[in-house]
């Protein structure tokens, strides 16, 4: 009797421990949609193009809804809770107008809060560049080294750097 329990403690402990790393790739996985997504806005106000902005914010919007906080440790549900609502809102503003202007105010404070949750959640796949405008004072995520500024679009492309690289998650 001692050895099935013993066997069984085993196989419970082994299905406990396969869980916990098969939920670990889909908080990754869907995390890193939202940066993908992120960057696609970035890309969109680096072009002045609100229209683009406006459209990938809806899947921004719509991506951070996806991320699954049941499958996050307690830790991680702490974390991701309490910028969620955040990240929304911002995403969530510049989906609803193609008023660039508006839509940079918005992308700073969505920048600053993606930073916090990659800062809190090292789960990035690549590396990930926090750059900054001293024009705007403000600063932005980027998965390349070479500036495009999002704040002043074509009109100050160049304008910026890298102030820490945010390396990807082994």
């Not at 001692?2 to 069984?8: A, D």
Request: charged fraction near 20%; glycine fraction near 2%; charge should be positive.
């Amino acid at each position: 009797m001692k050895t099935i329990r013993s066997i069984f403690t085993t196989l419970l402990l082994l299905i406990i421990v396969a869980n916990a790393r098969a939920q670990a790739p889909a908080v990754s996985t869907s995390i890193n949609n939202v940066v993908t997504t992120y960057l696609d806005v970035k890309s969109a106000l680096t072009a002045d193009d609100g229209a683009v902005a406006e459209s990938k914010a809806k899947l921004l919007y719509a991506q951070i809804g996806t991320v699954p906080v049941k499958d996050m440790s307690a830790k991680q549900q702490t974390i991701w809770k309490s910028y969620v609502d955040k990240l929304s809102f911002d995403s969530r503003h510049i989906s609803e107008t193609t008023a660039i202007d508006h839509q940079r105010e918005h992308f700073a404070s969505l920048s600053k809060n993606m930073y916090a949750v990659l800062k809190a959640l090292p789960v990035n796949n690549t590396a990930i560049y926090w750059e900054y405008c001293p024009m705007k004072k403000a600063s932005w995520l980027s998965d390349k080294p070479a500036i495009e500024n999002p704040y002043y679009g074509k009109s100050m492309l160049d304008c910026g750097s890298v102030k820490e690289v945010l390396k990807a998650a082994n």
